[in-house]
């Protein structure tokens, strides 16, 4: 299962974002079922970031937000609301 979550971050927020995009990650990978993760922003619109994890299955990623929640309210208002969880169809090495 792969996981999504974009955000909106202005230019001077840059820094603290991936300060605590980081650390998000961090609780993330400290939880059962939990594979691999990222932090990147767009290269064509710098103000759009992301974190992508990859997990076991949907269970996992749902319990693992409940661990993360304090470390994702800080940054919660830049977070763009959408579905974040994607079922993997297809995936080659």
Partial sequence: MLALIR????GARADEFVGRA????DTLAAQTGY???HVG??????????VVSEWEGAGFYRRALSA????MYPLM???INEPSAF?????KP
């Fill in 22 to 25: 980081t650390s998000i990650l």
């Fill in 41 to 50: 922003r767009s290269v064509d619109e710098p103000d759009l970031w992301a």
């Fill in 35 to 37: 594979l691999r993760g």
């Fill in 68 to 71: 993360a929640r304090m470390e």
């Fill in 7 to 10: 955000y909106s971050v202005p």
């Fill in 87 to 91: 079922e993997v169809l297809v995936s």
């Fill in 77 to 79: 208002t830049l977070m």
